[in-house]
């Protein structure tokens, strides 16, 4: 039987990594790209198709060249979280992200799903006690006939 303090560890950290998932998408859509790369571990695989960044400074120059390529308007809604916790270092988790997209202010009319996802997640947890990303791999499901692949400045 499951002790209340093992109880509450648990909840706590499961709790952790569903703010660690809304962090991902608000700080990608609000372009807060210094927030956006400390929520990965510094050894971190954060892969989408072909593309694939190793380590937070990569993770980082991707977000910061996406930034800087002009104006993007995105918003990514999240669902369907399933945490699986292996001990108190190490959960991985699947989710569906849908993204709404535009390469001009808002509002954008159209309302046209741009990607259906699934991101396939390792997380773990850090010797400052804050969970991380440490790999996550998008998988593209759904994709709009407009979309051209993985975002990077080279593709706006």
Not at 64 to 86: D, E, F, P
């Amino acid at each position: 039987m499951e002790t209340a303090s093992a109880r509450i560890e648990r909840i706590e950290n499961r709790l952790a990594i569903v703010d660690l998932n809304s962090d991902f998408c608000h700080f990608l859509d609000y372009g807060k790209v210094e927030e956006l790369a400390t929520i990965f571990t510094e050894d971190c695989i954060y892969s989408h198709g072909s593309r694939v960044s190793r380590g937070r400074e990569q993770v980082r120059a991707l977000f910061a060249a996406r930034a800087a390529a002009g104006v993007r308007t995105s918003r990514h809604l999240q669902t369907s979280l399933k945490i699986t916790l292996h001990n108190p270092q190490k959960a991985t988790g699947t989710s569906v992200c849908l993204t709404f997209a535009g390469n001009q202010p808002s509002p954008i009319s159209p309302a046209t799903p741009f990607l259906v996802a699934d991101f396939i997640d390792e997380y773990l947890h850090s010797s400052d006690g804050i969970w991380r990303i440490h790999r996550r791999h998008i998988e593209r499901i759904f994709t709009a006939d407009d979309n051209r692949g993985p975002v990077t400045a080279a593709t706006r």
